[in-house]
C-alpha cells in the first residue's frame, strides 16, 4: 500500500508541476496567478507531517529556483522548506480535521513564504514592500481561493490515520 501512497504522491507533484506551468497562465489575472506548488507543499505537510512537508517543501522550492534568477538561488528552496515543515507542525499539533483553518494557514503559509523568499532575495526594503503590496497580497489571495476550493475536495471526508 505504501508504493501506492508514493506514486499518487509523485503523481500529484506532476500535475502540481503541469498546472504551474500552464494553467496558472491561463487563469491569471492582470499576471496575478495562484500557486499550485505552494498549495501541493502545504497539503503534503497537512497528509503527511512535518518531514514529509520539509521535503517535499525542499524538492519544489529547489525545482524553482532552477528557473530564477542566480542572485536568489536557494531562496524558494529556503522558504518552501521552511512552510513545509512548519505547516506539518502546525497539523500535528492544531488543525486536525478541520478545513476552514487548513484554507487560513495556506494564506498565512504564502505570505510567510513569500516575506522568506523576499527578505532572502536581498531586495531593497522599498522592492519588498512594493512587490509585497502588488504582487504578494493579491497572488495570496488567489492562492487561498484555489487553494480552498481544492482543499474542500481533497480533505472532504478523509480522516486522519493515528497510530
Known amino acids: ?34 500557486d499550485f506548488l505552494l498549495i501541493f ?5 497537512f497528509r503527511n507531517g512535518p518531514a514529509a512537508g520539509a521535503l517535499w517543501g525542499f524538492l519544489v522550492g529547489f525545482a524553482s529556483d532552477t528557473y530564477g534568477p542566480v542572485e536568489w538561488l536557494g531562496a524558494h528552496t529556503i522558504a518552501m522548506t521552511l512552510l513545509g515543515y512548519l505547516t506539518g507542525l502546525l497539523e500535528d499539533k492544531y488543525l486536525t480535521l478541520q478545513l476552514v483553518p487548513k484554507i487560513l494557514a495556506l494564506g498565512f503559509g504564502f505570505f510567510f513564504s513569500d516575506l522568506v523568499f523576499l527578505a532572502i532575495s536581498s531586495l531593497s526594503a522599498q522592492q519588498m514592500t512594493h512587490l509585497f503590496l502588488t504582487k504578494s497580497i493579491p497572488e495570496g489571495i488567489y492562492t487561498v481561493v484555489v487553494g480552498g476550493v ?4 481533497l480533505f472532504r471526508g478523509k480522516r486522519k490515520k493515528h497510530a
Request: charged share 5%; no cysteine.
Open 1 to 34: 500500500m505504501k508504493g501506492v501512497h508514493v506514486i499518487t504522491i509523485i503523481l500529484g507533484f506532476i500535475v502540481s508541476v503541469a498546472l504551474q506551468t500552464t494553467v496558472a497562465n491561463w487563469i491569471s489575472i492582470f499576471d496575478i496567478k495562484p
Open 41 to 45: 507543499v502545504v497539503y503534503q505537510a
Open 150 to 153: 481544492t482543499y474542500y475536495f
